[in-house]
């Protein structure tokens, strides 16, 4: 913590301050300029000061915290990069993980139809909405554990790990039996009691980012997860709130470059809920790979038929394909690689 | 919802798109103008049609959503105000109601002394934290149950009823015991699962805003809340997010008429959250019941030595009785007052 | 400037970043703590570094700027309140002074009507629209000279200051014939060879805020003007871009208590722009100066019959004598006072 | 326009309503559901109606604006991409044009040296601050006229053509003189009478979205040059502003489908700006390509021993060259090329 004083602070004002900081238990440091008086407060002190208390001190004009607050997470405690398994695909090593399915699993067969399609094009992890968390109450609200079963049975016939999301730490325990990583969705991710329980497990979480969560707060939440003991966490960038409004949110890929440089997790970009519309989710999923992504997170719908009620933002079989094979050119850039696409047998 | 075509938009293409609604179950109704063909479907169709998907029809230019989604909070639905029962006291009516008390219930004797000071100026509800929802991991989360206890207890003999947050569907239960009102805080807005819970309780809730959620977000999350047939909500702003970081938050004082306009339930504002310094907290708390606020949540502190782990935005109880003096000049002008300071036996 | 190193940056590179400050000119004071080595830069540079240059530096994890780059508006420079002369009206002292007008001037009678009618309420300041910034280039722009000499002729008729908006230096000279004070307009914040101008002047200027401005860089856009040697600048708050959309932007009333401790200049609000909407003017009024705001700028609008082309945040002749009335009320809580609404002759 | 009724709106309400935009010079169509009456307003009125205005009759719930304010500079006026001819470089065709060069113009040697660097890496287009808009009023503003001059000569030397920020409309005449292309920085984007003059002119502009600036605001101020005569636009994406502050700016890289379908000008990236840190600025660089951006502006800089002073965000010269032969694998995946690294004779 480094305060600084007012430029007419007096030195009865200064030394207030020192004394509380003392008796807190920080080593106190002091930098007396021409302008300004600055004091240095380092060390493991026994009461932790607030920053905004200090600042409440007469003669303080500003004070800034400089320790982190997040420990596990950051590059500092682990320098190499954590490769996190997800049900035997590892997200963070050389290849580029694509994630796919439905928003919303509506069948068993159209999570397998799904499940078959992806998995050809190259995806290694079936997605897809078991419990659904929606802004109005009268909106279909998910199949639950039976979608859970579905997603199961279909990413055992096509040879993927699966993928889902969690609301309540009471469906925790159900949801192991079927999926290989825990989805923590962006309105979830500061319940801190579920970030709790999911460090208490040992399988994967994919953590996303919350509407107006700062990155730091975001790594906060990941440091929930890793001080239960679980270090599996794949953190997963969906986009933030702004004032532009042609996109639902505004997509950060810079986040990418800045966690890449503060912490070791792997991170992973979702352009369809990120933009909120199919014909964005394209360039911004190449974008996300060239700025250096461990991975995707992509929507994909298999029945034109029915757009109406699903959602504008899945990719259609033959769109996702073509981006697969567009990301093959890029990763190689970045020194890295994506699975390539087998031939399906009756296409 | 009403679809705007493309300027250049074939009759095949509108065609497309009024079948598509048909089929649906809307009426369609075509204007068709000199640059724009706009088409208005309403009626109760049997699959809801999401305006992205529309928007992905060829030729359409725009989707505009025209039903608010809520029903049970709007002013359609309810033409009076709704008043709150908090323990007795009533929120929403001709009174301003100020909520009053520590950030963290600390110990019974910290408890107590607020509650009596806060009381003697004209607070009618005790708040404080039993658990803390922490950005980081490693602070302080409260002292749960134990400090629940000590609140009901100093509420009975100040006579003052009591509020504390509830972070987890399975603390409800037990909260019952102790609380007249559960509060929900702003990570929590969209923890559907909570809210869902809370609805199927009879005991008032206080529902924050979301950090960055939209009025329209915040009354859906009470609609959970009245879906569940628990029509005893009062909402609460605490800021929003914003690029301004002068301030902790910034305070949305104009949600205050937006929400009476659209609601019938009460709105209350916690300027202590919302500004995060002491000195923005007065000059906020007046301009919140200038502006028509049914009640206030403010932090109030009792002990200056101690500055240094409590919260900057506490006010001292000498603080906090000015300020609801001059509360008691300005609420007449909306036609409202605050109770009578009680002179206190020794002060 | 603080500069925080990394938890194991070696002394080599702690050595290099304090020759590149010493030989700017920097005195270097240096705290080693047990996690991190933290250095404060102070005194006069010859060269003045940028940060983000310092944080480029191998080893550095941050580094805090704390200078406030700002002299001649802060209260450093100046202990006491400025009260700004408006043609004889004193805007930053006991009274609160309310500037009202059409948002456009449309007609000599118009404007005449309005003058009258805002002066008998008790207004001080004409305000009205020559020039008008408009997003789109259809929209009408303004009447120009001629609007501005319909507003002289009424502000003397009428007892009343004038106000106008500036948009391009071009038009300073001109305009000086007819105003008391030269508005500089949200989207001109920034248009720094206008406000060099406007320093080189020495008349009253109203600088509002951009949409998008912090208040330090507010702070520092007027003091472009002070460093020009034109001291009479008035701020003016209305209202943030935030990602709500209920209302047309988002008021900071919290920026009143911050720009007071930090700046010794006045600050008044515009609720009209801020809210954009008429019923949400009123209270918003009534907060701005329940929360310490030295004036109001507050559009007026005479003719109920024409409201289509007209402004829906322009509040009727008697919405503005009833708030003005309401005024009355508040403004006393802080030892203030609005002037007496004079009896029109035939009302 | 369509105007949505309140659920319970009474004949009369609809009537008042249609009665105002009919004389106004509307086509009034009107569907009535049961939920509510929507009313399309189409056609070319002699009023343009202000819909916030029709939002204050009694009984209207919402009013939407459904005809884009612009024309020129939109798909339906103009289908194909337009080419812009920035002194013989052509923007918005086949190849991926960068712009490159220092943030400031420093000295005639080291543009020149600059110059040389970036034209053998691949650059098309020297760009270079010759007046600087600071925060700041005592932050160095720029060497002028001068600095042009050093531009010029480097761009002839080194085969490269020249683009440069214009602050003021007086500033015009004299650098038409030097450059290629006049650049309307972030802050200037809603400075209308500078786009009028710049409209007047037959030079290709560069324009900079502003830091809030919606999609629709920024083709609108773009629409001012068109309409004044004036084809000649680059739109430029440089970062928004967020409550994110890890980056500088939020760079909204989903911008660049938004404006490719919406409009028919050609749209560049300033990651250099955007993210204000050089070791984002190459992922983010190569991420922009990777969306369809039409073109770069880099920031480079060749004297890594006064980084003290200059720009953390300016790429070394090995650096730039590196990403020039990154961007050349991408490019191709969207059927573009960048032009090959000529050999330097002595490096």
């Known amino acids: 913590m480094v305060i600084v004083m007012e430029q007419g602070a007096t030195e009865a004002q200064v030394q207030k301050v020192i004394e509380a900081l003392v008796e807190a238990g920080y080593d106190v440091h002091r930098s007396s300029g021409v302008q300004h008086t600055v004091l240095g407060a380092v060390g493991t002190p026994h009461v932790v000061a607030d920053p905004r208390s200090i600042e409440m001190f007469p003669g303080v004009r500003e004070v800034i915290k400089i320790s982190e607050p997040y420990k596990l997470v950051g590059r500092t405690f682990k320098h190499d990069d954590t490769i996190v398994d997800l049900g035997g695909v590892l997200v963070g090593g050389p290849e580029v993980v694509v994630m796919a399915g439905p928003c919303s699993v509506e069948t068993r ?45 279909t990413a055992d016939e096509s040879g993927l790990a699966v993928v889902s999301e969690v609301m309540d730490p009471r469906q925790i325990e159900m949801m192991l039996r079927y999926v290989d990583c825990l989805q923590v969705g962006a309105r979830n991710m500061q319940n801190f009691d579920l970030l709790k329980e999911l460090g208490r497990t040992r399988k994967a979480v994919l953590l996303k980012r919350g509407l107006s969560a700062t990155i730091e707060e975001w790594l906060l939440s990941a440091e929930y997860i890793l001080a239960g003991g679980n270090m599996q966490v794949v953190l997963c960038e969906r986009g933030i709130r702004t004032f532009e409004n042609a996109t639902r949110n505004t997509l950060d890929l810079s986040a990418i470059p800045v966690v890449k440089k503060r912490s070791h997790l792997p991170i992973v970009v979702d352009p369809s809920h990120g933009t909120g519309r199919r014909d964005k989710v394209i360039p911004m999923a190449r974008a996300a790979v060239a700025a250096g992504a461990d991975g995707l997170l992509i929507e994909v719908h298999n029945d034109p038929d029915h757009a109406l009620s699903d959602g504008a933002q899945s990719l259609f079989p033959e769109q996702f394909d073509t981006l697969m094979g567009e990301l093959r050119v890029i990763a190689p850039v970045l020194g890295r690689s994506l699975p390539l696409a087998r031939v399906p047998a009756q296409r």
Do not use: N
């Open 109 to 153: 067969e159209q999570v397998g139809a799904i499940g078959q399609t992806v998995s050809a094009s190259g995806a290694r992890v079936l997605r897809g909405g078991a419990f659904k968390p929606r802004t109005s109450p009268y909106s279909f609200q998910g199949h639950g554990e039976t979608a859970l079963r579905w997603m199961r049975e």
